[in-house]
């Protein structure tokens, strides 16, 4: 039963047609298929996960009478472009055959993955580009730091606001050889190694010659999931840093809200150790996202959910997060198909739909990935709340955007309406003695 204060409080909203404010986005297109791209050509597609830090965003794209691909780099003002294809590999002896994706730190600073040909085959690498240029961190055929394997092929690399380079990498001819590693100043150091011994029990596996992903922050914490781990449980996540790790979740073990851990999978790490942790639990409502900070796990959105924008959620795919704590994700809701969902400081909100207005046009795709779930099939969140994301329209444009919170939704009254609130108050009062008496 409503008590009388609550009775008060909604009576008095009611008076004043005041409902609680939903923050609504505006959106600036960052590039798009009819421009000129930076170096040549003409922009013809993006990879589809661009990644916001501070005010710039990495953009992989391809273009028309261009390279065929290329990293750019948007600064608030413009774009530049860092690397392409068919641009000398510093450290490879050859060019780059393709740019692939990375990570931007808020100065700047970007570390990529990328390919060239050698032997008449594709092989990768990992570089860095920074305020000294651009450099090889590590390439294939590399011997791997105090080893006599040789590196084979790389995750997507991880750059902090300190400038260190994490990365995941596989061995040639000895799976055991396949770890994360670190790279500061130009040294290259492994700080996991497959076979390592487990916290919980059993051993890292890092499913055989595949290089893992690891996600990382400027305070030297590492997160990571093991494709599976012998001995104990078929996956886990670890957090802590490369000397103190600890097992967060893992198959089999009881998830926040129900059911238990599958697949869990590490997405990110915020500033203050937070871990973001996607899974689809079975006995569970759908995929479901959890964090874990010092050793609780807590449960935060998932399956079966109240979406913004109405219906409830049927699932999450993998969110990213920002140094502060920020999310950004996709999610499929009830009444609202493919929506771009963001969580900050003020709240959960729906940046975007299907179907929605965009540009003059109509969004017919926002790329949400159909195929197999990875780390890197997300939106781009930065510490203002801002999101970055691709979108495709009706009218055959396809884009780079950005949503930011500008104002509440129309229909919905700024908090700019308490002096009215303070002076309708006594007679909501009044109103409410009046019933008591009655």
Known sequence: MLSRQ????????????????????SFTNLVDTSMLAPGGGTFSSFAVYPRINGHRVLIQATTAGGPSTALYLHDGMGLSRIAAAGETAPGANTTFAGIDLGSIASNGDVAFRASFSQAGFSRTGVWVRDGGGLRLVARYNQLIPNTTARFDGFSVPRITESGTVYFGASAQTDGTQTGLFRSDNGSVERIVRAGQAAPGGGAFSFSGFSAPSVQAN??????????????????????????????VAGTGDAAPGGGTFNLPLSVGIASDGTTLIWDNPTGGSGST?????????TRIIGGGDLAPGGGTLSGILPPTISDSGNLAFFGFSSTGGQSLYARDARGLRRVIALGEALFGSTVTSLSVPVGPITVNSSPSINDAGVVSFYYELADGRKGIALGTVSAPEPGSLPFLCLPALILVLPAARRLVKLRYLL
Do not use: C, E, M, W
Request: aromatic residues 12%.
């Open 289 to 297: 996202l959890f964090t874990a900070k010092d050793g609780i796990l």
């Open 6 to 25: 609550g009775f008060l409080f909604v009576l008095t909203l009611a008076l004043l047609g005041i409902v609680v404010p939903a923050f609504a986005d």
């Open 218 to 247: 400027a305070s030297g914490q590492i997160a990571f999931h093991t494709s599976f781990q012998s001995g104990a449980s078929n996956q886990a996540v670890y957090v802590g840093t490369p000397g103190s790790l600890a097992r």
